[in-house]
T-cell receptor, first 112, second 117 residues
Framework: AQTVTQSQPEMSVQEAETVTLSCTYD???????LFWYKQPPSRQMILVIR??????QNATENRFSVNFQKAAKSFSLKISDSQLGDAAMYFC?????????FGTGTRLTIIP | GAVVSQHPSWVICKSGTSVKIECRSL??????MFWYRQFPKQSLMLMATSNEGSKATYEQGVEKDKFLINHASLTLSTLTVTSAHPEDSSFYIC?????????????FGPGTRLTVL
């Protein structure tokens, strides 16, 4: 079974600074998808960024980028120019065998 | 992005009663719908996957007779918690996806908070 590990239960960053959230996963598959989701206090899950495993180029979405290391099974999220609205729970997720497996989450606090 | 709604957004019920939660895809046809459960300060755990017109596939450890899932149309799936007990109190989230590719993005509903007294 696939597992997703987020080793940082909580992180904080000063507004306008950069923060990196870590994620590792375990799989025997070669083709899969990885995601970062944001869950604000409203509890609505919001897709932040997506990475296809067959693509070597790291995905980028505005201030959000990933560092995908396939051999190391690592998938970290970098948030640049952090904003107050970035405060939320962030979940790393793996899609394989037709289902999403989520990590335990990292609570990100933005310090004004 | 596509919109998925859930109803109700919160529900309180007495122990032993049944509760139905609806999940609707508002602007696309959802060939597959997923039901997740999220306990406080924990992650989302997949309960079951349902394809329109087929029986749901339940994850290991999820009681199919307790959590009845129906996906009767391409826009509606329902989760019925039968004979609910306090330990069933949780946040239930559905997601929906369409298409037939290797991966079809899941769009999440806003969730339903169930409290069983």
């Amino acid at each position: 079974a696939q597992t997703v590990t987020q080793s940082q239960p909580e992180m904080s960053v000063q507004e306008a600074e950069t923060v990196t959230l870590s994620c590792t996963y375990d799989t025997s598959e070669s083709d899969y998808y990885l995601f970062w989701y944001k869950q604000p206090p409203s509890r609505q899950m919001i897709l932040v960024i997506r990475q296809e495993a067959y693509k070597q180029q790291n995905a980028t979405e505005n201030r959000f980028s990933v560092n995908f290391q396939k051999a190391a099974k690592s998938f970290s999220l970098k948030i640049s120019d952090s904003q107050l609205g970035d405060a939320a729970m962030y979940f790393c997720a793996y899609f394989g065998n037709e289902k999403l497996t989520f990590g335990t989450g990292t609570r990100l606090t933005i310090i004004p | 992005g596509a919109v998925v709604s859930q109803h109700p957004s919160w529900v309180i019920c007495k122990s032993g009663t049944s509760v139905k939660i609806e999940c609707r895809s508002l602007d696309f046809q959802a060939t597959t719908m997923f039901w997740y459960r999220q306990f406080p300060k924990q992650s989302l755990m997949l309960m079951a996957t349902s394809n329109e017109g087929s029986k749901a596939t339940y994850e290991q450890g999820v009681e199919k007779d307790k959590f009845l899932i129906n996906h009767a149309s391409l826009t509606l799936s329902t989760l019925t918690v039968t004979s609910a007990h306090p330990e069933d109190s949780s946040f239930y989230i559905c997601s929906a996806s369409g298409g037939s590719g290797p991966y079809n993005e899941q769009f999440f509903g806003p969730g339903t908070r169930l409290t069983v007294l």
